[in-house]
């Protein structure tokens, strides 16, 4: 009996530990199991076109079409693509650890963008369509500055890397209707992005990578 007791209070000590502990606490303790999960979240210009090169990749668990950076709260598609919010267009990826890392999400990021482009990406213009790498925690900062410096010595640019490094704010997740929209509507989504430019530009800079 009295083992039963001691097994019960321990149980209960545990379970407050969980409960009042603090939110990044909260997920390392979520994430100590087999399957450990991280998010990443990248702004690279429209959505749709973001998407597809991440949502391939074995390891990722989700990827979320959002907006983030800006000051309004809860903001709708129409809000931020008038530009009038501070809002950038960006993914949400979730992810496991063990199959991927950050640093290969950094790699597929760099080779879907324009990074020297601060006006936009490519047919879309306006700052709520610029390139951004938004941090989660100080390692993915450090990382992320280390591949953006790796990147501007490679010479593969003859003009400055100008897409921004900063944390990660609020992420409000897109309308329905814009989630896996290249799944949804093939034909208008492929005459998008071949109307965009994106992939001429992807193979001039990284041929057939």
Known sequence: MKT??????CLTIVAVTI??????DKNEILKTGQNKTAKAIFAGGCFWC?????????GVYSVVSGYIGGQTEKPTYDEVSS?????????EITYDTNKVTYAQLLEVFWMNVDPTDEGGQFVDRGNQYRTGIFYLNEKQKHQAQVSKDKLQDSG????PI??????????YPA??????????????YKFYRYQSGRDSYIKRIWGEN
Request: no cysteine.
């Open 175 to 188: 309308e329905n209707y814009h989630q896996d929209y290249y799944e949804k509507n093939p034909v208008r």
């Open 50 to 58: 973001m998407e597809p090169p991440f949502e391939k990749l074995d």
């Open 156 to 159: 593969r640019y003859n003009k």
């Open 4 to 9: 039963f007791f001691r097994i019960v209070a």
């Open 83 to 91: 530009g009038g919010t501070g809002h950038a267009e960006a993914i």
């Open 19 to 24: 409960v009042t502990a603090p939110a990044d």
């Open 162 to 171: 100008v897409t921004e490094i900063v944390a990660a704010t609020t992420f």
